[in-house]
């Protein structure tokens, strides 16, 4: 697969204040590409340094086999992109905003975009200032597909946006990705990556810890369980169970709560034995599974780093 | 201390603007003292500024220009009102400004009631005037005893309590008009403009005899009824307590309205949303909109009505000035009549040559003064836009779109030179017309070159504006430029009067302006500013092609 996205020891400081350090990775043409890590890891200024936002202090980024610095124009062209923190002129409605992106970016097809504005289901009408978060999010979206980009970078795409209109964009995305188009998506919700990307990189205090397949993510998913019962239940019919890491009992004895990794078959099964009167499942943060996965078990990051793929 | 509660907060915030207001302030007042004792050393001279001075009247009321007090007073006149800039922006910022951000919906969790959280922050801002007033009171005391001023401290800080006044009324007046508005860019425009309009309408009834019931209307009347530096004159406590009232009336208003409305929203008035909502907007796409072909069409619509209102305020001011000048140059004529050979009649044949073209020249280019500082000012108020775009990250899109950093930057300085073309070609008709109609005879070459004359000035400023943005933030960005803009008036204002060196004059871009009334304009002057314009505005151009955005 041809390199679309290819990032080479990127470093970039602010200063006293971290950014990112020794970054490097590549993104092939048609994939989907996740960009995990928890708040303040580094994946806005990864992004940032790939829009020509900011420059980066050494290292290389390019994009379609251009410096992303030098050429920025030109890889534009190609680019759509949704910021981490987007803000747009608050007077003008949805629809100035997108005709106003759409001149800027040289005209668009305008059936596509609006069946877009259908398909998000946005009142082109209102003032941006008058948008809920989720509206407001959803033009940013727009703006980014609209012009059907070669390579699609997003940061945080979902946040603000309701479960209904989260399907629709991991539609989009898939669409996308059959189209042969490239999308680079940073999140720190675990689940959305895992929907939506083939391939994933996990940064953490600026350094890329871990890169691989989606399908290791299930290395470090770790999820909880909690199980009330309408009596005491013995804890051994839960702690050896395949996919359970830790077992806690709650309530006296009357409810479990499993700390989890992998699938929750078992434990469904052994739990039917017994009158059950509620059971929770709980993801935690990223943040929490890092320090978790990350921590405890006495890595450290760079020598984790050590092991990308 | 400083963080326990909103008050402290709040002063905490302003500390920078008390300072820098005061000191400055106490200067402006001072400045005129340092060249009075030059310009009044025999009887011959009293008698000559005495009488010059109540020829200039529209500027402040002639007494006692001949001593110290009288003269720093009578100098200052409507320039003094420069001191509300920072209410006005502060007071428009106070509510309104926070709400654009969100930040006020974290302070409203807060377990204090709105009416005291507002009350709070209203009171620092008056507590910050009053420091602003003292501090420049004390300067202007110091200032009278090192120039041999009659008046005392009382005296300084009574003129520092006016001014906090006077600043008090229009920190209201935006605080009240930012209830109507989605944004505070909007309020500190319109109360700038009730500003202009109100030095006017004071001016009326000093120019245009039997018209004092008219200036009675505007704040800025009750403020010169007190002129605490001339200690024949003294102080209007009727003056300053109908000022005080007018505040409380005005804050008290704004505040009433602020606990009555949604956060975030507008007070509602019919015909207001009417007008800016003239037709229910349209969902499909595309809106065929004008303005959004381009950055620079953008740009364009983006300060279209700032741009329409400064242009009326210009326009107006410009015909104002050539009704006062009839006026004047009236009592001019009789003056150079009846007393051939005084020192006055020598001082002004030599400003100003003998005609009646030449004496309206003369006449109306000391109110033409004022002219390129505001259109300067309004430069300011639209490179600040810029600044804040970055800040609040309002760039990152049009960034991420296929145009270089170079062409969004100059796309929007276009969008500013336009404006102040407008605003230069509209003034230079609305002059030409009032001059016409009202029979004053006027170099129409000098006319021109006096009101075309300030676009380069304020593309300077712009372009200066600009680079700095560079490197600073919308807040520093703006302070720096405010600060040039009053240092460079300061040099040319006060600078001839202290005899200062060609060179230093030559720092203020004003010096290249000159008196283009009289003189025209000089083409070596002109391009010096247009070439100081233009390196600013390449270098900026440069920097933020290589800076990072947002950090």
């Known amino acids: 697969m041809t390199a679309i996205i290819e990032v080479e020891k990127l470093t970039k400081s602010y200063g006293r204040r971290r950014g990112i350090a020794d970054v490097s990775f590549q993104v092939g043409e048609g994939e989907v590409f996740g960009f995990l890590g928890p708040n303040g890891a580094g994946k ?123 399907q629709e964009f991991d539609g989009m995305v898939r669409e996308a990705r059959e189209e042969g188009r490239t999308v680079f998506l940073s999140s720190h919700v675990l689940s959305e990556v895992e929907k939506t990307c083939t391939r994933v990189g996990i940064i953490r205090e600026g350094r890329l810890v871990k890169i691989g397949g989606v399908h290791d993510l299930k290395d470090i998913k770790r999820y909880e369980i909690t199980i009330l019962f309408a009596q005491p239940v013995p804890v051994e019919a839960f702690a050896q169970l395949e996919g359970v890491t830790d077992v806690e009992t709650l309530n006296d004895g009357r409810a479990v709560r499993l700390a989890m990794q992998g699938s929750a078959d078992a434990v469904i099964k052994a739990a039917a034995h017994y009158p059950v009167i509620s059971l929770t499942s709980y993801e935690p943060s990223l943040e929490d599974v890092f320090l978790r996965y990350y921590e405890s078990d006495g890595r450290p990051a760079k020598e984790v780093a050590a092991n990308v793929v | 201390m400083w963080f326990r509660n909103v008050f402290l907060k709040t002063l905490r915030d302003y500390r920078i603007a008390i300072i820098g207001w005061g000191v400055g302030m106490g200067l402006v007042i001072v400045s005129p003292m340092a060249s009075v004792a030059a310009l009044i050393s025999t009887p011959a001279q009293h008698a000559a500024l005495a009488s010059i001075a109540a020829q200039f009247a529209w500027n402040a009321d002639p007494v006692k220009a001949d001593t110290v007090g009288g003269y720093a007073t009578f100098k200052i006149g409507v320039f003094a009102f420069i001191a509300c800039i920072w209410p006005l922006l502060a007071a428009s910022r106070m509510l309104r400004g926070e709400e654009d951000r969100g930040s006020l919906d974290v302070l409203l969790s807060a377990p204090r009631t709105r009416l005291s959280i507002a009350l709070q922050k209203v009171a620092a801002m008056w507590s910050a005037l009053l420091v602003i007033g003292l501090i420049s009171g004390v300067i202007a005391y110091l200032g009278g005893r090192a120039f041999k001023g009659d008046f005392t401290l009382a005296d300084g800080l009574m003129w520092g309590l006016d001014l906090a006044l006077i600043c008090m009324i229009f920190g209201g007046v935006a605080l009240l008009i930012s209830q109507f508005t989605h944004e505070r860019g909007p309020a500190a425009g319109a109360t700038g403009a009730l500003l202009v309009v109100f030095i006017v309408v004071d001016m009326v009834h000093r120019v245009i005899p039997g018209t004092d019931w008219f200036s009675r209307l505007s704040p800025i009347y009750y403020y010169n009824l007190s002129k605490p530096l001339i200690t024949s004159y003294g102080t209007s406590a009727g003056g300053m307590l109908a000022m005080l009232a ?111 073209t030449e004496l309206n020249g003369l006449l109306l280019g000391a109110m033409f003064e004022l002219m390129p500082v505001l259109l300067m000012a309004f430069a300011v108020t639209q490179v600040n836009r810029w600044s804040a775009d970055e800040d609040e990250g309002r760039l990152e899109i049009v960034l991420s779109t296929p145009q270089s950093r170079a062409a969004v930057l100059l796309g929007r300085f276009a969008a500013l030179a336009t404006a102040t073309v407008i605003v230069g070609v509209v003034t230079l008709a609305t002059a030409a017309v009032a001059a016409a109609i009202g029979g004053v005879a006027l170099d ?108």
């Not at chain 2, 499909?284 to 740009?299: E, F, K, T």
């Not at chain 2, 943005?469 to 040039?484: E, H, I, M, Y």
């Open chain 2, 444 to 551: 129409g070459g000098n006319l021109a070159a006096a009101t075309l004359g300030m676009i380069p000035l304020g593309l300077l400023i712009a372009a200066i504006g600009y680079l700095a943005a560079g490197w600073l933030r919308t807040a520093a960005d703006t302070g720096l430029l405010s600060f040039l803009l009053a240092a460079w008036f300061f040099i040319s204002f006060i600078g001839p009067d202290l005899k200062w060196p060609d060179a230093t004059l030559r720092l203020s871009p004003f010096y290249y302006y000159g008196t283009p009334l009289l003189h025209g304009m000089e083409l070596a002057n002109l391009a010096v500013v247009l070439g100081v314009g233009a390196v600013a505005l390449t270098l900026g151009s440069l920097r933020f092609a290589r800076k990072d955005i947002g950090v």
């Open chain 2, 246 to 356: 007018m505040a409380m009336v005005l804050t008290g208003a704004a505040l009433w309205l602020f606990v009555r409305r949604d956060v975030g929203d507008a007070v509602k008035v019919p015909w207001l949303d009417r007008m800016a909502h003239p037709a229910a907007p349209s969902r499909s796409l595309p809106v065929s909109d004008w303005s959004l072909r381009s950055v620079y069409m953008r740009s364009l619509g983006m300060i279209a009505v700032p741009t329409f209102w400064w242009t009326l305020g210009f326009a107006a001011f410009a015909a104002w000035m050539i009704v006062a000048v009839r006026q004047l140059a009236d009592k001019m004529n009789a003056l150079l009549a009846g007393a051939q050979g005084s020192p006055a009649i020598a001082v002004l044949k030599n400003i100003g040559g003998g005609s009646s």
């Open chain 1, 44 to 166: 806005t200024t990864t992004i940032r340094v790939l829009m020509a936002l900011i420059r980066a202090d050494s290292g290389s980024a390019k994009i379609t086999g251009l410096d992303c610095w030098d050429r920025s124009v030109d890889i534009k062209r190609s680019v759509g992109s949704v910021p981490g923190e987007p803000s747009l002129d608050g007077n003008l409605t949805g629809g100035q905003i997108l005709e106003y992106f759409a001149n800027l970016r040289g005209g668009v097809d305008q059936k596509y975009l609006n069946q877009l504005v259908e398909r998000l289901d946005l009142d082109t009408g209102r003032k941006f200032r008058q948008y809920s978060t989720g509206n407001k999010r959803k033009v940013v979206l727009i703006q980014a597909f609209m012009h059907k980009p070669r390579v699609l970078i997003l940061d945080e795409p979902t946040s603000g946006l309701d479960p209904l209109n989260q």
